[in-house]
């Protein structure tokens, strides 16, 4: 039944991903509701518990229904040898082998020839359009790009939420680097570099990998958030930053979080992530969203009037990808069918995004979620009693309300029992002035515009 079962993953994640990661998993114990599979190391055995774990418990509940826990440990010498792959016939499952191959399953067995990711020739300081909430991680990401390893910024970490800018920003600066001479980038995410380093102890080629790491001019290392909770890859990343900023050489580092608020990654890690220069990418402007969609409509040759970028730019806030996607969409269109683009066509192309970003927290949601928090009645959102411990979370409510919905002020103070404009600025204000004054309340209202972002 195992084999049955080997058969039919083999079939649903393709051979290559299968080759890579299954192949290793040899079979334990059983023991009463609970089978036991074993992996050669701790990698691997997280690495199939959490990409595989679910499906692999749904795989023996339906071979041996008694089973109804698969548990997953690290193999000790004399454990039983996992099947040979030659002995795994091939799935019938019609089910099409997916395209697209996870890069370990295609860099795996050339761990040791090459380090470089191609960079993406689109993202350049060219055509990075720069404002107030990018301009600094855009001056730092120059300064680097000129003059690698200069005193102050290194590491420099980059900073910020989904789809404003940093992978961009970081592949301008290889692609610069790379144009200005002999200097050698090597650029992963945070994921490959964990593939690679369980793919070399696999191979036993680990010292090739940190040699090559460690033979570098710049380092850059995308998405560090998701190292959080992977010990022996943040231990290993360690060991090679430190080797690289000891030997003057450029690290740089991109994550969503600043490096105080990335826990879950090794206090020591932290403090040196910390230590050259720290820019964050704020979350983009109406003015800034609007640059963009005009240099990226002004490259596409598409003309799109002013009426619609302001509308995408009004509609679409969260992030610059979603907002190019939008674009791209329009233009498409606008292609296709040879029509000019108008305020119409976009509601009508744009449809379901514009549904999707229409589908955001609701300022009743806040209320409730605010009011919760603070063990206070929901209607006192709108009454008009004014004792602090009822007054202050209202402030709050209305803070959240401001930023997380595109409700005009006076639309906002009606929801709050017909406030006027002028009160919900001055909660807007006070928040943000305790917000700096007491972490204790900052913490509370970040969390809570968390909860209801999520
Ligand atoms: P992140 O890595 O922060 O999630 P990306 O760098 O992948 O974000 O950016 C998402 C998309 O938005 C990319 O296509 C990128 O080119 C584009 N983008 C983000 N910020 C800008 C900007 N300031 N100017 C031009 N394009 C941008
Ligand atoms: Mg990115």
């Known amino acids: 039944s195992w084999l049955r079962i080997c058969a039919r993953l083999k079939g649903e994640v393709g051979e290559v991903e299968y080759r890579t990661w299954l192949t290793k998993i040899a079979l334990g114990p059983i023991d009463g509701d609970e089978i036991t599979l074993l992996l050669p190391t701790r990698f691997l055995r997280d690495w199939v518990r959490s990409q595989y774990g679910d499906r692999l418990s749904e795989l023996w509940n339906q071979e041996i229904p008694s089973i109804r826990r698969v548990e997953l440990q690290v193999a000790r010498a004399g454990d039983p040898a996992p099947i040979p792959l030659e002995n795994v016939p091939s799935a019938s499952t019609a089910t099409p082998v997916q395209e697209e191959v996870t890069p370990v399953a295609r860099t795996a067995p050339e761990v040791r020839s090459d380090l470089v990711t191609a960079l993406d020739s689109r993202f350049t300081f060219d055509t990075f359009v720069v404002g107030k909430p990018n301009e600094f991680a855009y001056a730092c990401a120059r300064r680097v790009a000129e003059k690698p390893s200069s005193v102050g910024f290194n590491p420099l970490f980059l900073y910020g939420g989904v789809g404003l800018g940093k992978t961009h920003l970081m592949h301008a600066i290889g692609a610069e680097l790379i144009q200005s001479g002999n200097v050698s980038v090597a650029y992963m995410s945070a994921e490959k570099f964990m593939y690679r380093f369980i793919a070399a102890i696999r191979s036993q080629s680990t010292i090739e990998f940190k040699e090559q790491l460690r033979s570098v001019d710049v380092l850059m290392i995308d998405d560090l958030q998701f190292l959080i909770g992977k010990d022996n890859t943040q231990e290993e990343f360690f060991h090679t930053f430190n080797a690289l900023v000891d030997a003057g050489r450029q690290i740089v580092v991109s994550a969503d979080k600043s490096p105080s608020d990335l826990s879950g990654l090794e206090d020591r890690l932290r403090t040196r992530l910390g230590c050259g220069m720290v820019a964050d990418i704020h979350a983009t402007t109406f003015e800034l969203r609007i640059s963009i969609l005009e240099s990226k409509a002004a490259a596409s040759g598409v003309v799109v009037p002013g009426k619609v970028l302001e509308f995408l730019a009004h509609k679409i806030t969260s992030n610059v990808r979603e907002l190019e996607g939008a674009l791209n969409r329009l233009i498409a269109h606008a292609n296709l069918f040879g029509r000019p683009v108008t305020l119409e066509a976009t509601q009508e192309v744009l449809h379901d995004i514009l549904k999707a970003h229409d589908r ?10 605010v009011a919760e ?33 595109s409700r005009s002020l006076p639309e906002i103070g009606r929801k709050f029992g017909n406030r006027d404009h002028t009160t919900v600025m001055h909660a807007v204000n006070r928040v943000t002035e305790l917000m700096g004054l007491d972490a204790a309340f900052a913490e509370d209202v970040e969390l809570l515009r968390r909860m209801l972002e999520s």
Request: no cysteine; net charge positive; aromatic share 4%.
């Open 373 to 405: 928090h603070w063990n206070i009645r929901l209607t006192d959102m709108s009454s008009a009693r004014r004792a602090r411990n009822v007054a202050r979370p209202r402030q709050v409510a209305m803070y959240l309300a401001k930023q997380l919905t």
């Open 360 to 369: 955001r927290v609701t300022i009743e949601e806040i209320q409730k979620k």
